[in-house]
T-cell receptor
Framework: NAGVTQTPKFRILKIGQSMTLQCTQD?????MYWYRQDPGMGLKLIYY???????DKGEVPNGYNVSRSTTEDFPLRLELAAPSQTSVYFC??????????FGPGTRLTVT | GESVGLHLPTLSVQEGDNSIINCAYS??????FIWYKQESGKGPQFIID?????DKRQGQRVTVLLNKTVKHLSLQIAATQPGDSAVYFC????????????FGKGTKLSVKP
């Protein structure tokens, strides 16, 4: 299994641009999550999904959108990038009641 | 509010010594706890977990202790190696059933050769 994969690894956006961060898992996990991690800080939950077709807001959802059309994929969309969205973004997945498995992250800079 | 916190932001140990990383949690509804290791430039890596019906769980060179009375969690690493240098996060589930976790800020472990 490849586990959780994320693309791209790095991205620089200008203010107001949009982009989609891709996340795919091949472990058949129902639960998937998007976090952001600011320097020297812990992880903040942006959005999560408990299964295909179901998404819900986490702690810091403003400025982001998600969709979950398949079990494997959980893309995160930034519509109007702002400097406050400069961060490292991690996608994770889990089966019910287990620990979360994380992808390698996407480092995003908005200037 | 409810939070997961760590007593020490940094910990420096000699190679070969044992390391103990501590974590306090305040959400009494939490019944599932996890320790993660995050190396520089990488995503968090699952180390070990424990449920609230246990007070100790052992893995390979790692042991997690849970004290529900004082809401305290610790990670013990035996014979610490340079490869153990990383930031360690504890996380709790807040009693939820949807797998959402609440993460602390992390403790940086540095291993001196």
């Amino acid at each position: 299994n490849a586990g959780v994969t994320q693309t791209p690894k790095f991205r620089i956006l200008k203010i107001g641009q949009s982009m989609t961060l891709q996340c795919t898992q091949d472990m058949n996990h129902n639960y998937m999550y998007w976090y952001r991690q600011d320097p020297g800080m812990g992880l903040k939950l942006i959005y999560y999904s408990v299964g295909a077709g179901i998404t819900d807001k986490g702690e810091v959802p403003n400025g982001y959108n998600v969709s979950r059309s398949t079990t494997e994929d959980f893309p995160l969309r930034l519509e109007l990038a702002a400097p406050s969205q400069t961060s490292v973004y991690f996608c994770a997945s889990t089966k019910a009641g287990g620990g979360q498995y994380f992808g390698p992250g996407t480092r995003l800079t908005v200037t | 509010g409810e939070s997961v916190g760590l007593h020490l932001p940094t910990l420096s140990v000699q190679e070969g010594d044992n390391s103990i990383i501590n974590c306090a949690y305040s959400n009494s509804a939490s019944d599932y706890f996890i320790w993660y290791k995050q190396e520089s430039g990488k995503g968090p890596q699952f180390i070990i977990d424990i449920r609230s019906n246990m007070d100790k769980r052992q893995g390979q060179r790692v042991t997690v202790l849970l004290n529900k009375t004082v809401k305290h969690l610790s990670l013990q690493i035996a014979a610490t190696q340079p490869g153990d240098s990383a930031v360690y996060f504890c996380a709790e589930n807040g009693g939820g059933s949807q797998g959402n976790l609440i993460f602390g800020k992390g403790t940086k472990l540095s291993v001196k050769p």
